[in-house]
């Protein structure tokens, strides 16, 4: 059964860095391209950065330059590092394996203060 959990989220002040955690299930580790999106209230949700099955890495243009993706192979483990975060990077972010139709995670709220 597919889990993917995620930590690191909480309540920081604009400028400030969170590193989002999200330890995966072997089999879909291994398996699946590793994706954050992120949800704000009222939005729909958005993809904010990929790590795909041969290496290559995305990120939406909103974050570009200010987060990273990265994983560790052997600790089964996405990270999301996040810099110099503005108020509107406030949401609930999710880590994902395989896109829209694949697993979720349930979620870890960012909420960037003024």
């Known amino acids: 059964q597919a889990q993917l959990l995620e930590s690191g989220g909480g309540l920081v002040q604009t400028g400030g860095s969170l590193r989002l955690s999200c330890l995966v299930s072997?089999?879909?580790?291994?398996?699946?391209?590793m994706n954050w999106y992120r949800q704000a209230p009222g939005k729909e949700r958005e993809l904010v950065a990929s790590?795909?099955?041969?290496?290559?890495?995305n990120y939406a243009d909103s974050v570009k330059d200010r987060f990273t993706i990265s994983k560790d192979n052997a600790k089964l483990t996405v990270y999301l590092q996040m810099n110099s975060l503005k108020p509107d990077d406030t949401a609930v972010y999710y880590c994902?394996?395989?896109?829209?139709?694949?697993?979720w995670g349930q979620g870890t709220q960012v909420t960037v203060s003024s």
């Open positions: 790590i795909l099955s041969g290496g290559r890495i």
């Open positions: 072997k089999n879909v580790f291994r398996t699946y391209s």
């Open positions: 994902n394996a395989g896109q829209i139709h694949g697993f």
